[in-house]
């Protein structure tokens, strides 16, 4: 069967597709519009909802890169890393 | 003691302290291109995460964000503390090719890479565009010191005169090259944090609490509190195009390219990318909010006076010696980013002018001499350019940015895409930065920004042009690409050979 080349800038396996979705997805997220025109309710009597969320997003972001590092990315040619 | 005395002494402790480390900078390193532009590629995950943080932080992060909680509202968190935080893909998507590159390489300035992808026409132009919009963005720091020293001394240092000290302090720092460089990034880094924390907690005591702060501004002006923000400035559009703008462009201000160069393994990106966001969540979250509580204490600021509501609020609130320490905070931010965007232009100007093109058998020695020459020279230029401030921070910062966000594009290419022709990625930058200076100078009509800012219809335009352009030209020679990709195959795509190994072995630990 004839292999398929797809563009650079696609997933190129199964396990980098989880990833691309994952991070889309935060992206995706960032532009949460439907909680707009309202600073309602104030957590703790002072911190906006939508702050909140925003505080949330960042760090369900740096979980994600955490697993990341750890489960997908690549590791340096041997003579790189070994470079002093 | 009298106040000019008080902040007289914190000011010398402060310049003092870091030239100190600067200095010890300079005693220990070698005098190689590689050291003193790249600390000889050994930093550690905290140095590194740091400079690059600080480096990041600049007069705007201090001044213009609270200048900017302060007209436009909280709502200025998302796209400057959620956006700048997700930049962090970059140190993927770009730092580890770059940082694999630089270390089979040798490079330390972001042009020379692309010369030996593109060729030396585009190593020029990268040049000549990131001196462009650079040097404005390093006369931002020249202008908030000036801002911060006529607060600090009470009017009795004038703004020029301000302006001036830190320029020539900033010159004495950079001649310790990198090293110097990311270790006084370092503990300014966190001294910044400190201080923007200190700040914070200063203005809500005064302001009798947080929940009391809140509903005053409830009152007054409730558009601070809620999206889009005072005046609905942030629109969908808009919105959109800060984070574009911030996840483009920023990684590949040459003072942050060139810390892809420098960490001692890849452990120290990977974790970069972890923390690097968590630093974000904290350090934009200070200054919003200052400058939005700052709203209901100080009110009636307009244009480019909103970029003094921090150092407003200290005289206000801060006892004098406190006022001077975090002050001498805001300093420390513009000084971290100046420092090291004048170690990136200079590196520029000696390989990539000096050494590409005037004296092509220039020694490692003469290299580092010149960059020293051109670095004076430069403190001078964005000293001049700071005399005559036109606009805000956060209005010359955003151009900059666009500036150097079009070169994204190529970038990707340059790192990703075998097709890619040296023609394809001259006609990319050259058409984007056109549309991208048309728009920032209202030349071009406004329908064309889509709602957005300059940076979005700017992108477009060059990643057509260079994707059409390519297409249309004789692909680069084997050659060429081999330079690159070979090793950029190697760590991404594992030959057949490598995969049938690794399937062997995994059906051998298997059993």
Redesign the interface.
Known sequence: MKKIHLPFWLPQTKRALVWYVLFILIFILYHDFWSWGTYQPLIGGWLPAWFLYDIVLIIAYAVIAFFFTRKYWPKPPQDIEEKK | MPQVAISTIILVIFLGFFSFIGLYGYKIGRKTVEDYFAAD?KLGTFVTLFTYFATLCSAFTFLGCAGWGYSKG?AW??PI???T??I??NF?ILG?RIW?LG??FGYVSPPELIRDRFGKELQIIYALVMITFVLPYLAVQAMGAGYALEELSGGAVPYVFGAAIITIFMMFLVLGGMRSIAWTDTVMGVMMLGCLATAFVLVVMKGGG??N??AKI?SES?AH????GVGGFFT?GI??GF?LLWVLADPLMPHLWMRMYVPK??NVI??M???F??I??VVFFFPTWIGAMGYTMIPGLEGANVDRILPLLMVKFAPYWLMAIILAGSLAALISTADSQILALGSIFTRDIYASFINKKATTEKQVKMGRIFIIILCLFGFLIALRPVSTLVAITTAAFTGIGVLYPTTIAAL??KRATKWGAISSVIAGETVAVLLIYKILPGWLLIGSLPILPSLVVATLTLVVVSYLTTPPSPKRIAKFFD?FD????PSDETKKFLDADKHRLKK
């Open positions: 590629r909280l968190y998302g503390g959620v956006a935080a997700l962090s893909i993927y580890y694999l270390k089979r947080l929940s702060i809140v409830a409730p509190l809620s999206r889009p969908p919105w959109f984070m393994n890849v990977k974790r990318m972890v923390f966001p968590l974000c969540l990703y895409w090793l190697s760590v991404f795509q």
